[in-house]
């Protein structure tokens, strides 16, 4: 049996909100009691459950038997991002403070990902306080706490205070940073637009001994395309063929992505480049193609690319489908926009609500009203119903009137929101 649980939205008002904090307590004291689901259970619904208040019912009937640290860190993350996605703060911080009183909580990993989860939902503040609570704790601080809270302090943007934090706290706790307290602190001078501080600092690594990886080369590669400083990425690009880097796709995309401007032919080529050199084009590499040949006007050619998806050992994902939908709407061909829709619902990768706002306009608008109404028929069950207050709007202006219960996910279970983030393969 899972737990009971009637929290509501924090924004509805001052006494809704003091009942919902009231609730979260309410119903965390009594999961040892109520807890049923199984945690490969509770991973499945919760990968697919966008209603912050069913997530966290989700999460609280979590049976603690026999649940292993990874999934369950796995499960927490994602209720607190269903929260945090709604503001919901004064519940995120009611849910993870309630941790502490885990006997876990001396176990510096367990305590390092309330830490995590804090940076996640772009609360800081109760980061550090977290990480400054250790003694109290009895839990030992080392490098690796101290590396969640810099990538804490990165998850919340919050790229210019990353230095002094990685001085401050390694003098003050007597911690050495290591190769991977640098790639933080070198990731951490590239989003602030500054990857040459963050060359600087790759530079002073080698002269230490450490070890530069890969992944800290790539922060900084990414950084010098994104800011136009071709010949500078292009030298770095050499430098790690030189060194002996491994060139896996993930390298080859940040080069793929610049060059997607540049024309479809060039990112043809380097495709041939990556198969050249036994590196397996990801998702991630044939959007890119998608897209350069969407924006070049030649969507039969992007359609292409995206039917061979599958004999080139890929699957399409949602930024697939939003591209191809987005790009066939605005060359006015709704019809294709539509198929490619439906085939997005099939296995569960819906693009986001930008893109199907601009497609049911136009099926409308090209008198497609059945298509219409089961497009918006479909994202009803697609998306929580704080999500659904512009489609309200939708309806109304366009004269639509569907059927489907608001925030019912489950005639799209697999639909995964991850797969908006074009870094996804």
Request: hydrophobic share 35%; with cysteine; proline share 4%.
């Amino acid at each position: 049996m899972s737990c009971p649980l009637s929290l509501r939205r924090l924004s509805t008002s001052v006494a809704a909100t003091a009942a919902a904090a009231a609730t979260t307590v309410n119903t965390t004291s009594g999961m040892a009691a109520a807890a049923s689901m199984s945690i490969s259970q509770a991973k499945s619904k919760l990968r697919y459950e966008f209603d912050p208040d069913k997530a966290l019912e989700i999460y609280n009937s979590i049976s603690k038997d026999n649940s292993s640290p990874a999934s369950s860190h796995f499960a927490q993350e994602v209720a607190v991002r269903r929260l945090a996605k709604f503001r919901r703060f004064s519940d995120i911080e009611v849910l993870l403070e309630s941790h502490k009183s885990d006997p876990r909580i001396t176990e510096e990993p367990y305590f390092s990902t309330l830490i995590r989860s804090y940076g996640r939902a772009g609360m800081f503040e109760q980061a550090l306080k977290t990480f400054s609570q250790m003694e109290q704790y009895g839990t030992p601080r080392s490098v690796l706490s101290f590396n969640v809270l810099l990538m804490a302090c990165n998850a919340c943007k919050l790229f210019d205070k990353v230095p002094n934090l990685f001085n401050e706290m390694s003098s003050k706790y007597n911690i050495v940073p290591d190769k991977i307290s640098y790639g933080i602190l070198i990731k951490s001078y590239c989003e602030a637009r500054s990857p040459e501080k963050g060359l600087a600092l790759l530079r002073e690594m080698e002269q230490k001994g450490l070890e530069v990886t890969a992944i800290t080369f790539t922060t900084i590669l990414d950084a010098l395309y994104k800011l136009g400083r071709i010949d500078e990425a292009e030298k770095l690009w050499a430098e790690m063929v030189s060194k002996g880097c491994e060139l896996d796709s993930a390298v080859y995309n940040i080069k793929i992505m610049n060059a997607q401007d540049v024309g479809p032919q060039t990112v043809k080529d380097i495709i041939e480049e990556m198969k050249e050199n036994g590196v397996e084009p990801s998702t991630v590499s044939y959007n890119y193609l998608i897209t350069s040949y969407s924006k070049a006007g030649l969507i039969e050619d992007a359609m292409k690319v995206y039917e061979g998806l599958r004999e080139n050992g890929c699957r399409p994902n949602a930024v697939t489908f939003r591209t191809l939908v987005r790009y066939s709407c605005e060359r006015g061909e709704y019809q294709r926009a539509y198929g490619v829709f439906k085939d997005s619902v099939r296995v569960n990768k819906i693009p986001n609500l930008m893109t199907l706002r601009s497609l049911v306009e136009g099926l409308v608008e090209n008198n497609y009203m059945e298509e219409a109404k089961e497009l918006l028929s479909t994202v009803k069950k697609k998306f929580p119903s704080p999500s659904l207050n512009e489609w309200k709007e939708v309806e109304e202006s366009l004269e639509l009137a569907t059927t489907g219960a608001a925030g019912d996910n489950t005639a799209l279970e697999g639909a995964d929101e991850d797969d908006q983030n074009p870094a996804v393969a």
